[in-house]
């Protein structure tokens, strides 16, 4: 049984204005993230993936198609559904500096759900010393604030927020694109790591087919709203069947000037031979 399924979702945003028609940004889009999964979710700016990840966790409401989570049909956030599964679907978002609120303590931070959920706080404390140690930060780093930290450890600090609760599924929007190459690795080791130790499941949303390959075991494309292409993550970022991912592995830099130059060129002639529409957002 897949743990989350999305079976044929449209999202919708207004159009400026009050007379204007809303602008449709996915269209019928079918995908499912199994137990313990990690399912990549790759494409430009504009292509929807983003609006996919706010959908799955309840902020944008789907126009037609049904998100179902374990079994459940799940709505917008509020709705009684959604209120089941809250602990259960957390989210890793792309800046780690805006992510945190500078003013709380991080201890603070991590808490804050537990307590809300009747943890007391001496348990909080231990299970704050945990979160903090399973990613690999001191405990003693509750009682700093988020400034103190580097934006990796701020990363770090916002996935162990994430796994408070314990969830299933973290849906994970860009979560690397804001930090250096070396930063991006460990935090991606990390992510694989938790994964192993907790079985957790990833949505993994990225612009960057070399990161979505190194974390994932499936791979669904995203181009203006719509999935051109999915599948086992090995092939599908190897092997692209379709012209718009093959453009996409082209995209991914190389040290070598003169490869570089050559994959700019060829990526530049498979970008002439698309049809030119108007991107989602």
Known sequence: MNLLDVTGVCVDYPAPGWRGRPRRVLHDIDLAVRPGETVGVVGESGSGKTT??????????????????????????????????????????????????????????????????????????????????????????????????????????????????????????????????STQRRV???????????GVAYLFVSHDLSVVRHISHRVAVFHQGRIVEQGPADPVTSSPADPYTRRLLLAAPVSDPGRQAERRAARRRLAASEPTTKDAA
């Open 52 to 181: 996919l990840g706010r959908a799955v966790l309840g902020l944008v409401a789907p126009a037609t198609g049904t998100i179902t989570f374990d079994g459940k049909v799940l709505g917008p956030l509020g709705t009684p559904a959604r209120a089941e599964v809250s602990g259960l679907i957390q989210a890793v978002f792309q800046d780690p500096y805006r992510s945190l609120n500078p003013m709380l303590t991080v201890g603070r931070t991590l808490s804050e759900p537990l307590v809300l959920r009747g943890v007391s706080a001496a348990d909080a404390r231990d299970r704050v010393a945990d979160l903090l140690t399973g990613v690999g930060l001191p405990a003693d780093a509750a009682r700093r604030l988020p400034r103190e930290f580097s934006g990796g450890q701020r990363q770090r600090i916002a996935i162990a927020r994430a796994l408070a609760l314990e969830p299933r599924l973290i849906v994970c929007d860009e979560p690397v694109s804001a930090l250096d190459l």
């Open 188 to 198: 991606l080791d990390l992510l694989l790591e938790i994964q192993e130790r907790t």
